[in-house]
């Protein structure tokens, strides 16, 4: 829950029982019953503080531990790569390169919200196919290499595929984590921008999976909206400064980034009509 969402139920629940006690100590204490109201609604405020502060806490350690443990998980998995002639690439060497890619698979299901485990392997993965597209236009028909080849390329497609969907949506879902609660937009808007790149890459590779190109308009979609939100506020500070050169020149970049976007989700128009809401009664003070 975004920190502004969750103090303002928690003051609302205090405020609730601030009149609560308030009231059934009116009949009972007789003079200055919202001083005791007061202390409990404050007390309850202030633990509600404490408590998220607390989980944000934990939250973070248990990220700090799950990446500790896709590091010795990585760590256990044999590091001596078979040395890959680009020349001659051997049944034992192409085995051995596929047990690899096996094994930095298992390692990154064991902990499979953690994008950058899957990015080693589909990364892995690439350098395999790579390896084996050099190699099969020098490979006779009757080898006994052909087929092993082919066969371990369409594994490590398969693999390639799985881990970059998974890298993708991790790192759309971190996007989303961190957007809850970063009270920077600067710094949202550069890890949107990171994001995008991720989602854009993992598009050139499988430009027909839906799943990347919704996940990628919904991250340019929150990169628009906090867009315009910062050159709004930046409008606000101009018009308080009296700085209206600067006021009309933001406004116009706010008014053309809310109109970037197309094929909105119910929750991003929402969000684009009270930005244009805001931007218009800020045009009118300027006229005025």
Same mark, same amino acid.
């Given at each position: 829950?975004?920190?502004?969402?969750?103090?303002?139920?928690?003051?609302?629940?205090?405020?609730?029982?601030?009149?609560?006690?308030?009231?059934?100590?009116?009949?009972?204490?007789?003079?200055?019953?919202?001083?005791?109201?007061?202390?409990?609604?404050?007390?309850?405020?202030?633990?509600?503080?404490?408590?998220?502060?607390?989980?944000?806490?934990?939250?973070?350690?248990?990220?700090?531990?799950?990446?500790?443990?896709? @590091?010795?998980?990585?760590?256990?998995?044999?590091?001596?790569?078979?040395?890959?002639?680009?020349?001659?690439?051997?049944?034992?060497?192409?085995?051995?390169?596929?047990?690899?890619?096996?094994?930095?698979? /298992?390692?990154?299901?064991?902990?499979?919200?953690?994008?950058?485990? $899957? #990015?080693?392997?589909?990364?892995?993965?690439?350098?395999?196919?790579?390896?084996?597209?050099?190699?099969?236009? $020098?490979?006779?028909?009757?080898?006994? !290499?052909? #087929?092993?080849?082919?066969?371990? !390329?369409?594994?490590?497609?398969?693999?390639?595929? $799985?881990?970059?969907? !998974?890298?993708?949506?991790?790192?759309?879902?971190?996007?989303?984590?961190?957007?809850?609660?970063?009270?920077?937009?600067? #710094?949202?808007?550069?890890?949107?921008?990171?994001?995008?790149?991720?989602?854009?890459?993992?598009?050139? $590779?499988?430009?027909?999976?839906?799943?990347?190109?919704?996940?990628?308009?919904?991250?340019?979609?929150?990169?628009?909206?906090?867009?315009?939100?910062?050159?709004? @506020?930046?409008?606000?500070?101009?018009? /308080?400064?009296?700085?209206? /050169?600067?006021?009309?020149? &933001?406004?116009?970049?706010?008014?053309?980034?809310?109109?970037?976007?197309?094929?909105?989700?119910?929750?991003?128009?929402?969000?684009?009509?009270? &930005?244009?809401?805001?931007?218009?009664?800020?045009?009118? @003070?300027? !006229? @005025?």
């Amino acid at each position: 829950m975004p920190a502004s969402t969750f103090y303002f139920l928690a003051s609302s629940v205090a405020l609730g029982t601030f009149f609560l006690v308030w009231a059934a100590l009116n009949d009972v204490q007789g003079e200055s019953p919202w001083i005791a109201a007061g202390l409990i609604a404050s007390t309850m405020l202030i633990a509600a503080g404490v408590m998220r502060e607390v989980a944000w806490r934990r939250s973070r350690k248990r990220r700090f531990i799950d990446q500790r443990r896709l @590091d010795l998980a990585l760590m256990a998995v044999p590091v001596a790569r078979p040395e890959l002639n680009p020349d001659k690439l051997t049944l034992e060497r192409n085995s051995a390169f596929l047990s690899e890619i096996q094994r930095k698979s /298992d390692a990154a299901k064991v902990l499979s919200s953690i994008p950058a485990s $899957h #990015r080693e392997v589909f990364e892995l993965c690439e350098e395999y196919i790579g390896i084996v597209d050099r190699e099969l236009p $020098h490979v006779a028909v009757g080898s006994p !290499r052909l #087929r092993p080849l082919t066969k371990g !390329r369409e594994y490590a497609s398969r693999f390639h595929r $799985h881990h970059m969907l !998974r890298w993708a949506e991790g790192e759309a879902r971190s996007l989303a984590e961190n957007a809850a609660t970063e009270t920077e937009p600067s #710094r949202i808007i550069e890890r949107a921008a990171q994001v995008l790149v991720s989602l854009e890459t993992a598009s050139g $590779h499988y430009p027909h999976e839906a799943r990347l190109q919704e996940s990628g308009s919904a991250v340019r979609e929150l990169m628009a909206t906090l867009r315009a939100r910062d050159l709004i @506020d930046k409008a606000i500070r101009a018009r /308080d400064d009296g700085r209206l /050169d600067e006021l009309r020149s &933001l406004l116009s970049d706010a008014e053309t980034e809310l109109n970037s976007g197309e094929q909105l989700s119910d929750g991003s128009n929402a969000a684009f009509t009270d &930005l244009r809401i805001e931007l218009r009664n800020l045009e009118s @003070d300027t !006229r @005025d």
